[in-house]
């Protein structure tokens, strides 16, 4: 899942910034009508998060714009205009949901999964292999039924293993999909969370083995059907 979140409020932008990321999820955030407009144009996102007050215009313009050009993103809007038309030009203007601020990560991050349920770009909402299934949207990774208690870390490559289950990924794609959670990424970043998925997968009868090809790569092979 990627979001794309439209904030220039530094602080409200990094708050949120790390709400996404312990969601499982990875965001680009900008601050202006513009770095939003050019990020859409080149990345496929899952969710949009808009605000109203931005420093170039105002977020509505921007919402109609990427309704008019046909993005079927979701749309949330961020707003402290409480007034009821406020809310109401917002979902005319083509925006799926709203929240008020000042808002909670929890109703926030709600929001979001609700809206991520039905992103177009969503393909396959539930990855599976073997006994064990991963919900893109909510990040629970279960393996029958039995939830796993995966960090986001471990969410991020499971995830990138399963959608290439059967097939060695490279090492470099599975540190490029950590990299998005922040720039301390230590060069044992990828082994540490791959150990620990290990080490969660392994009290479990999952049905799959998660090989180390020495050199290249990691492998996620179902070992019964
Ligand atoms: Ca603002």
Redesign the pocket.
């Known amino acids: 899942m990627r979001l794309l979140l439209v ?3 530094a602080r ?1 932008r990094d708050l949120l910034t790390e709400a996404i990321h312990g969601a499982g999820w990875r965001v680009d955030a900008v601050a202006t009508i513009g770095e939003a407009t050019e990020a859409v144009a080149v990345t496929p996102y899952d969710l949009l998060l808009v ?5 170039d215009g105002d ?1 509505l313009d921007l919402v109609r714009e990427f309704r008019r050009e046909g993005v079927q993103t979701p749309i949330l809007v961020l707003t ?1 205009r409480a007034a009821i038309d406020e809310r109401i030009s917002g979902l005319d203007a083509g925006a799926d949901d709203y929240l008020v601020k000042p808002f909670n990560n929890g109703e926030f991050l709600a929001r979001c999964r609700a809206l991520l349920r039905r992103a177009p770009n969503t393909k396959t909402p539930i990855l599976l292999a073997a006994q064990l299934s991963l919900d893109v949207a909510t990040g629970v990774a279960t393996c029958a039924n039995v939830d796993l208690g995966l960090a986001p870390r471990e969410r991020m490559v499971l995830e990138v293993l399963m959608r290439e289950a059967g097939r060695v990924v490279q090492k470099r794609k599975l540190e490029h999909a950590l990299s998005e959670f922040g720039d301390e990424l230590s060069s044992n970043a990828l082994e540490l969370a791959i150990s620990r998925l290990r080490k969660k997968l392994e009290p479990h009868d999952c049905g799959v083995s998660l090989e180390t090809i020495r050199g290249v790569g990691y492998l996620l092979r179902e070992t019964t059907p």
Do not use: F
Request: net charge negative.
């Open positions: 904030e220039d409020s409200l605000d109203l007050g931005l420093p977020g402290a």
